[in-house]
């Protein structure tokens, strides 16, 4: 038997474990992205009658990529089949699913069942409130859906669930805004602008001051159509599916990036893919594991 191909045990289960996890592959930003938790985001897949269209799909994040078993199903009722959803958010308390229409759509948030996919418009009494939406959040702090649009000067709104009711929290003031995330760790709003720029206001919609990204984020990335999210102290960006800029050739995959919401900061996390449930991670180390023991007895 060659024994000079033979690796120890332990450094043979921690490389399986390693590949198994699939960590980020640059040390730095494996450290950054470590200590962010999970959180709900948009997941685009190829249709399953048409490889070449890419459907949304609501799921449960890493920054690596969508967990496996955390997909939701349908997001909209078929009355707005036309359209796809574009932004998500989340009350933890039922918890309670939401998803957002885009700036060209004209239709409002929608509630929908995680277990059935049926959706549920919620009622906008101001059309105002439907012009240009750019963003979806839910304030965990003072329960209540967040709604950023562009329509006149732009505005923030509120949606209360238990009392059923809308408020403009306050105008815009023609600040032209994408991807609002609301931030439980800061108390505070976070959307981006298209001079590459993240925007901070209070839970009243007061502007709390702006923040230069450093790097600047890249240009193919359109930040109508990708998502802002608050997760811990962190904010992760989702873009939509882009060309890779060295081969245009290959499938269009969505990036991430995470952003400082102090320094502005952007770390470039790569493609996102898909990631194994931690459980069947560790059931699948374990049994790799167990493998190749058995095989390093066989041969001794």
């Not at 043979?12 to 450290?31: E, F, G, T």
């Not at 997941?43 to 070449?52: D, G, I, K, L, R």
């Not at 309670?96 to 229409?101: C, I, K, R, S, V």
């Not at 009392?163 to 403009?168: E, H, N, R, V």
Request: proline residues 11%.
């Amino acid at each position: 038997m060659d024994t000079t191909r033979r690796l120890p045990l332990p450094v043979v289960l921690l490389m399986a474990l390693l590949a198994l996890v699939d960590l980020p592959r640059p040390a730095v930003a494996a450290s950054v992205a470590a200590d962010v938790p999970p959180f709900y985001g948009l997941y685009f897949e190829p249709s399953a009658t048409n490889p070449s269209q890419l459907v949304p799909r609501v799921a449960r994040f890493t920054t690596r990529g969508p967990i496996a078993g955390t997909f939701l199903p349908g997001a909209a009722p078929s009355a707005m089949a036309r359209n796809s959803p574009e932004f998500v958010a989340v009350d933890p308390r039922g918890p309670t699913y939401y998803t957002g229409f885009g700036w060209h759509s004209g239709v409002g948030p929608v509630r929908f069942d995680p277990a059935t996919g049926t959706g549920t418009p919620i009622e906008v009494p101001n059309p105002d409130t439907l012009s240009w939406p750019t963003g979806l959040a839910f304030d965990t702090t003072r329960n209540r859906l967040i709604l950023s649009n562009l329509g006149g000067a732009g505005a923030l709104w509120a949606y209360s669930p238990e009392q059923d009711t809308w408020s403009m929290l306050s105008s815009l003031n023609n600040v032209d805004m994408w991807g609002t995330t609301y931030s439980a760790a800061e108390d505070k709003l976070y959307a981006l602008t298209s001079a590459s720029q993240l925007v901070r206001y209070t839970p009243e919609g007061r502007p709390a001051g702006t923040i230069k990204l450093d790097p600047l984020l890249p240009s193919g990335l359109n930040l109508r159509e990708s998502q802002l999210i608050a997760a811990g102290d962190q904010l992760v960006l989702l873009s939509q599916p882009v060309a890779d800029p060295l081969d245009p050739r290959l499938p269009a995959v969505q990036r991430s990036f995470l952003i400082d919401p102090h320094s502005g900061a952007v770390t470039s996390l790569g493609p996102i893919h898909l990631v194994p449930e931690p459980a069947t991670a560790a059931l699948g180390a374990t049994a790799c594991g167990a493998l190749l023991l058995r095989r390093r007895r066989r041969t001794a």
